[in-house]
Nanobody, 118 residues
Framework: VQLVESGGGLVQPGGSLRLSCAASGFTFSSYVMMWYRQPPGKGRELVASIPSTSRGRMTYADSVKGRFTISRDNAKTTVYLQMNSLKPEDTAVYYC???????????WGQGTQVTVSS
């Protein structure tokens, strides 16, 4: 099982980044996918989630609503996080997370660093 994040980096305030999380080794389409982040010196927080089916709704942390968009491509077993209008307070390590209701195992990626600074 692997979750491999990519797309992080250094960006100026107001800029954009698109994170990707490529999944393998489990039934991706059955899992709710989430993006978490961990700012320096702080705990991990939920940023966004996307359900396993098109009937569900995406959810976002209040701090990123209107700026971030989560999406998924089940054919490519990849989840994305489009981040626009980035702020210095968005600086964090971003992790993707796979979860399924019940007793199925959950999975974390290794994280990708996003730094917003001028």
């Amino acid at each position: 099982v692997q979750l491999v994040e990519s797309g992080g980096g250094l960006v100026q305030p107001g800029g954009s980044l698109r994170l990707s999380c490529a999944a393998s080794g489990f039934t991706f389409s059955s899992y709710v996918m989430m993006w978490y982040r961990q700012p320096p010196g702080k705990g991990r927080e939920l940023v966004a989630s996307i359900p396993s089916t098109s009937r569900g709704r995406m959810t976002y942390a209040d701090s990123v609503k209107g700026r971030f968009t989560i999406s998924r491509d089940n054919a490519k077993t990849t989840v994305y996080l489009q981040m626009n209008s980035l702020k210095p307070e968005d600086t964090a390590v971003y992790y993707c997370y796979a979860v399924r209701p019940g007793t199925a195992p959950t999975y974390w990626g290794q994280g990708t660093q996003v730094t917003v600074s001028s």
